[in-house]
Every structure is written in C-alpha cells, then in structure tokens.
C-alpha cells in the first residue's frame, strides 16, 4: 500500500490534466485553483486528523494530487501561450524521418524557446532525426498540443548525437529487404518500431490479434536493450555504477535509434529512474516508479495526458506489476507455473487496459490471451538479433544479412499467429459502447482488485468474468438478429447526432463519414461484422460527420475528402500515417473497389470548406445500377446546382444534413430513392423537419431515422429494399 503514497496523487494530478486540457483558456485559472484546493486540503485534514486517521488520509492523498496538477496546469498553460502562430520564422529541432513527426520548437523568429510540437507536413523537406530546420510555418493550437505545417523548410545536418542513427535504420532496412513475406514486413517493425513497411493486411491482423503492441516499441523493447546492456558489463567484470552507466547509454541509444514517440518516451522515462534506484541502492516500489515516471513524462510533454497510446502504455506496466504474480498464482492451481506465468502476463495487461481499449474499440479480442502467449516468447528474439544486425550493417553486411534472416524466422511466426488467430471464431466479440463499455471494463477491474486487497482474488476475478460474459452477450444481440438480414448491403450507422453510411459488396467496403465519437461508429463497424474499410469518405470536417475517424486509423485503404484547412488537415495527415492514400475530391472522380464503383457528384471547382463544398457521392451496383447516393450537409443552394450539374436515380438516399428544412424538393423527386436514410440524434435544431421527412414520402421513398429505429441495414435486391433495424420492432 506504500507505493499508493504516490500513485493516487499522480492519478488525480493526470485526469486534472486531462480533463482541462481541451480547454486551454481554463488551465491557467485551473492551476490556481488546484493550488488553493491543495493548500485548503491539507488544511482541512489537519482539523479532521482528530476524528480519523482514515479521512484525513483521505484528504491529504486529493491535496497532494491538486498539488501535483499545479506544476502540470501551469506547465500546459505556458506551452499554450507560447503564440508559435505569431511567428514569422520558426527554429525546429526534428526527431523523426518523416512527417507527420515530433519536433521541439527551439527559435521564434530569432528568440530561443523549448516547445513540443507535431509536424503534420513538409512538402520536399529532407527531415533527418537530429537535424535542425528553419522556415515559415503554419501553427495553431490543438488544447495544448502545437501543430503546424511548414513550407520551404531548410534542414541541416544531424546533429553529432543523432547522425548515426540514421545509417543505422537504414541499414537494417537494406539487410531486410530481401526477407520474404509478412516476416520481412514485420521484421524493422519489431525491432526499431518502423512500420512502413507492414501491410494494410498484416496491420488489421495484428490489431484484431491483440499483438499490434509487438510493433510499438516501448517498455518490453526497453527492459531488454537495458537488461542486455547490463548484463554484458556484468559478465565484463564492471562494477555496479559502470553497468549502470553502460545500462544507462545504450537506452538512451536506443531512443535515439527508434525515434522518441510517446511510448518510448515513457518508457524511457521507466527505464532511466528504475536505474537511478540501482544506482543509488534504494529499492522503491515499482508501482511507486511508474508513478513518478508518468509525473515526469507529463511535466516534459502536457499533451500526453489525452493520449490513449500513453495511457495504454502506463496501464499495461501497472497491470504486470499489480496482478501479474497474483494472477499467475490463481492460474497455477490448475496449469504448470510456467505456462501461468506465460498467460498470466497478457492477461493482467489486457485487464487493465481493458476500459481503454473499450473506449476506442466496442470490441474484445477473445484470443489475444492466446496469440500473445504464442508470439509473446518470439518478441525478445527478434529485438536482440534484429538490434545486432541494425549494429553491425555499417560495417559488415554480410554478417547484418544473416542476422536479419535469422530474426526472420520469429518474426514470420509471429505474423503467422496474427494471421490464424485474425480468423478464429469470435476473434473480435463486440461490447457495449461508451460510455456503459468503459463503466463494466473498470467494475471489472475494480472487482480484481476489491477481490485481491480482501485476499480472495480468484472470487474477484470470477466476478469480473460473469460481468465480461454479460457485457459480451448484450452487445453481440444487435449482431445476432442482424443474421436475419445477412445480405444487407447499405447500413445507416447510429451515431447520435450525426452521419455515417456504409455499403459493402464482396469483400468491398465503403464507408461515407464517421460520426462524432470514435466509440460510437466503432460500436456499429463491430455490429456489422466490419473490421476493414476499403474507401472511406469524409464528405466535410465537421465533428458530428468526421469526429469518430480517429477510431479508423489503420483500418483504411484510401481516404477520400473534401476541401481541408489548417484545421482538418491534422486528421487527413493522422490517417495517412496510420497507412491510408488520400485524395481531395472533385466532380467526376471515380474509384472502383472490386464491382462496385464510387463516383464523385460534388463539390465542382475550387469551394470553400463547409457543408456546401460536401463531397456527395453515387454508389453503382455490380448490375449497373445506383443503389446509393449520399448528399453530405449540402443545401438547397447546394443542392440545385448538383441537379443542374447532373445526378443519377438511385434506390436509397442520404437525406442531406440530418433532414434540415434546407432541402431542394426537385432533387429528392430526380433521385426517386425507395428510402431515405436520416442520420440523426437527440439535437436543438429541429433535425429532422416535417418537411424533410415529407419530400422524402412524396418522392415515393419511406424515410428511416436512426434516433427512433437505431443502426439501419438494408438488403436491395430485384424484389425492392428489404429493412433490418436495431431496435426490435422496425421500421414505421
């Protein structure tokens, strides 16, 4: 319980900064008040120590946590008050190869400054990990993470502590290039964190696995280098503080070698204060460690306190450290304690990262457990033999060469374990939505923990199981009685307020806007049985229809967008990164996915972003004909010069921005859609209109709204629309 001295406070002090950070006008007056909350806080438990021990802790762990989220707030608000959008001429400091990228911004227009910042694009800017930079760009504040875009960038050469690391990297990708198959995409993945390589496929395999954290190098790439290092002094004879200090150089060379991302960053940060305790010779808690890890990494980069990647990364090393013993124990009644140490290890980490993970995706791995135990032992192998040919290809190929080829053969196995275990039954099992799926993933957890603390962990954990069983059996019904309709090939997902409509054919998906929330759209794609989108088109940037794209990254093949700002081109850099194409849409674009084809009907020319420069989009059937026409938000404007432009009959329609009054009646009579589908939530505007739902009816079509029937499915077929609906009772 001593190691808890520490970690509440730091827990407190986090979701303080999490929950103001989107707000950066907040997070100065949040300071002050996170001071006097902490001053009045110890006050209080002075006065109330008299009474009980038990709440005076109680109010000195939240002062202490207030106390904490001051340094934090202020530290937030400072780096968004550095008004990098003022500067003519911006001083960079690069940390990675290509964009998007972290940079720390060293110079405003001559003046030295120290700020973390994304750079989202370069066009033509030969970017080297150390290397400075200087040029105009274009900055805005996103909460309190600076993101910009440069032009003309003039780039130096790497810095003496990073120029190295670049021929190292390149290396490693020259001597396994030559590997076959998904091993040799998945080999410089593994051991330096680069993923350029690792196919659309391969990726979706390996998050649908649960083994996508194998690619993202942070604590166990760490603990291995650090305990490699170590010890190899030690067999070397070095004492306590050479080990450390050699320890100590090759993480750092390490970070520098695989590019500082946040994961590394804390990782790092773990790595280097559990080395202070060695070399100091004070054995604190490890709970305690992390804790103080986590307090650093905040203070150094504020914008990792929103960051699922971080949480992720500190809630996984917190679950081994707290319940992976335990849970071996429990696992040892009935298996060998090998094998339930080897099960134990990914399944405390999936516990506790479980309402994370909930959030950003309404689904569970049912055999993460499973492919982690097998590719789990293969991890190390690959890291240590891929890290020794990256070391030596400067200086003797031949030898990186078959280095790489014997890291090959783990890596092809752990790509293999990804492929199988993708399609075992029920790889994916779908869960309730935020935020009911968040709330049962921590009571389970918090039933592990109640259970552990009372010396009955394996009730606890019994107890979490029969509540998973039955957060699983909820949210898979929908899924279940949609086998009533499995030939459905359109689907108006419900997303609240908002729009995003789907239609598959074969093994072809597309995807037209995504809804505001990442869980909401994410919950309806595990519904349908969807876990990859082959086309997805963001007709505008407004949240309700482009905010849920964050929980598609990496499950993309190519975006298509309208007209981008400063603004939402932090989205379309984010999805291109995770490994989508792009393209900004205009009249007369056509894409084919096997036998459908997607044509563009709007915007034409050059628009201005908004919902009259909405992409529209008409969706051919294999037979020839329009099944499909989505509107985006346009207007009645709008909405007349596309008829004037020209546009095709179609079976169902997208009823244009969620059934506002704003409706060209003439348009709706040319499409002659048997439905309309309305994407719509609780709202304060009206949507949708009397008059919106009654053009649709005499159009000759039937309008479905998603508020009153939920997600919609359709099957089209020669013998007209067949309707499937969410909620039990159907359509009206």
């Known amino acids: 319980m001593r190691d808890l001295r520490l970690a509440l406070p730091v827990a407190i002090a986090w979701a303080a900064l999490a929950a103001l950070s989107p707000h950066p006008a907040v997070l100065g007056p949040g300071a002050i008040a996170s001071g006097a909350s902490a001053a009045a806080g110890l006050l209080l438990a002075h006065l109330v120590a008299r009474r009980g021990e038990r709440p005076a802790a109680l109010l000195r762990t939240v002062a202490v946590g207030a106390a904490l989220a001051c340094p934090l707030l202020l530290g937030a608000d400072a780096a968004g008050s550095s008004a990098l959008d003022r500067c003519d001429a911006l001083g960079l400091l690069l940390l990675g190869e290509t964009a998007p990228t972290e940079v720390v911004v060293t110079g405003c227009d001559g003046a030295g400054t120290a700020r973390s910042a994304m750079l989202l694009r370069a066009p033509d800017a030969p970017l080297a990990i150390g290397a400075t930079a200087i040029g105009r760009c274009d900055a805005w504040l996103d909460g309190s993470r600076w993101l910009m875009v440069c032009d ?12 190295w690391a670049g021929t190292l990297r390149d290396g490693l990708l020259a001597s396994s290039a030559q590997l076959p198959g998904m091993g040799g995409e998945l080999l410089p993945g593994l051991t330096i964190g680069d993923e350029r390589r690792v196919s659309a496929t391969l990726r979706t395999a390996m998050l649908d696995s649960g083994l ?45 070698l695989v590019t500082p991302e946040p994961s590394v960053v804390r990782a790092g940060a773990m790595a280097a204060i559990a080395l202070v305790g060695i070399v100091t010779g ?57 094998i339930a140490a080897l099960v134990a290890v990914p399944l405390a980490a999936q516990l506790w990262c479980l309402p994370v993970l909930v959030g950003l995706d309404a689904s569970v791995s049912a055999v993460s457990v499973l492919a982690n135990l097998l590719a789990g032992p293969a991890a190390p192998i690959v890291t240590v033999v891929g890290l020794a040919a990256c070391l030596a290809s400067p200086l003797a190929p031949a030898v990186a060469a078959g280095l790489a080829w014997i890291a090959w053969l783990p890596a092809a196995w752990i790509a293999q374990v990804a492929m199988v275990a993708q399609q075992l039954p029920a790889a994916q099992v779908p869960w ?15 039933a592990v923990l109640v259970g552990q603390a009372r010396g009955r962990i394996a009730r606890g954990v019994a107890i979490a199981g029969v509540l998973g069983l039955v957060a699983a059996g909820t949210a898979a019904w929908p899924s279940v009685r949609l086998g009533t309709l499995a030939d459905w090939s359109i689907a108006q997902c419900d997303v609240g307020q908002g729009s995003a409509t789907l239609m598959r054919h074969g093994a072809a998906t597309v995807l037209v806007d995504a809804g505001a929330e990442p869980s909401r759209i994410d919950g309806c794609l595990t519904t349908l049985g969807v876990r990859r989108v082959d086309l997805l088109v ?24 309208g007209p981008v700002d400063e603004r939402s081109e932090a989205l379309v850099a984010e999805l291109a990164a995770a490994g989508a194409m792009t393209h900004e849409a205009r009249r007369g674009d056509a894409w084919e996915l096997g036998e459908l084809r997607i044509e563009a009907l709007w915007p034409i020319g050059d628009e201005e972003p908004g919902n009259d420069a909405s992409v529209a989009v008409a969706i051919d059937a294999p037979d020839g004909g329009v099944e499909l026409v989505v509107l985006g938000d346009l207007g009645a404007q709008a909405q007349s010069r596309l008829l004037r432009a020209g546009v095709p009959g179609a079976s169902v329609v997208v009823v244009a921005h969620h059934g506002s009054a704003d409706q060209l009646p003439a348009l709706y009579r040319r499409i002659g859609a048997a439905v309309g589908l309305v994407g719509v939530g609780e709202n304060d505007y009206g949507h949708p209109t009397d008059a919106s739902l009654r053009l649709v009816r005499e159009a000759g079509g039937q309008p479905l709204r998603t508020d009153r029937l939920g997600t919609i499915a359709l099957a089209v077929d020669e013998g007209g629309v067949r309707v499937w609906s969410e909620r039990v009772g159907g359509p009206p």
């Open 152 to 163: 003309g960038l003039e780039v130096g050469e790497p810095a003496g502590w990073a120029s």
């Open 212 to 256: 996508s954290h194998l690619t993202a190098v942070s604590g166990a790439n760490c603990v291995i280098v650090v305990g490699a290092a170590f010890q190899l002094a030690a067999a070397m004879g070095a004492r306590r503080r050479v080990r450390v200090a050699v320890a100590a150089a090759a993480l750092g060379g390490f970070v520098v």
């Open 282 to 338: 004070r054995r604190a808690g490890a709970v305690a460690l992390l804790s103080l890890a986590v307090l650093l990494v905040l203070a150094a980069q504020p914008h990792l306190a929103t960051s699922p990647g971080f949480a992720l990364s500190a809630f996984a090393t917190c679950g081994l450290i707290v319940h992976g013993r335990p849970i071996a124990e429990v696992l040892s009644r009935a298996l060998p304690m090998p």
């Open 432 to 446: 309730p939505v935020a935020p009911w799926g968040a709330l049962t993933a921590s009571a389970m957890l918090a």
């Open 538 to 561: 963001l007709t505008h940037f407004d949240v309700d229809h482009a905010g849920g794209a964050s929980a598609l990254l990496g499950r993309v093949g190519l975006l298509v967008h």
